[in-house]
Nanobody
Framework: QVRFVESGGGSVQPGGSLRLSCAASGIILSARSMGWYRQAPGNQRKLVASIPIIGLENYDDSVKGRFSISRDNAKNTVYLQMNSLKPEDTAVYYC?????????WGQGTQVTVSS
């Protein structure tokens, strides 16, 4: 059974940093393309960063130059390093993969950026 557990969220001031983690079980992350999504209240869930099996990472324009997605295959974990955080980054963040046309999501981790 595929399971993701996100962690690392919290409350920070504008300009601060957080590193989100997505620990996987039931799936080998090195063999999957992975994405980090976020969803703010009243908004649709939106892809902010993705990492393919091979190739370059991809970022939404709103986070380019501030966020970085990476994976640690030994820990079967994907990370999202978030720097220079802004209030508009406030959202619940989810990791995701698609396997056999099925979307798999974690429970999400809340990120709040406020002074």
């Amino acid at each position: 059974q595929v399971r993701f557990v996100e962690s690392g969220g919290g409350s920070v001031q504008p300009g601060g940093s957080l590193r989100l983690s997505c620990a996987a079980s039931g799936i080998i992350l090195s063999a999957r393309s992975m994405g980090w999504y976020r969803q703010a209240p009243g908004n649709q869930r939106k892809l902010v960063a993705s990492i393919p099996i091979i190739g370059l990472e991809n970022y939404d324009d709103s986070v380019k130059g501030r966020f970085s997605i990476s994976r640690d295959n030994a820990k079967n974990t994907v990370y999202l390093q978030m720097n220079s955080l802004k209030p508009e980054d406030t959202a619940v963040y989810y990791c995701n993969t698609i396997l056999g046309k099925i979307d798999y999501w974690g429970q999400g981790t809340q990120v709040t950026v406020s002074s």
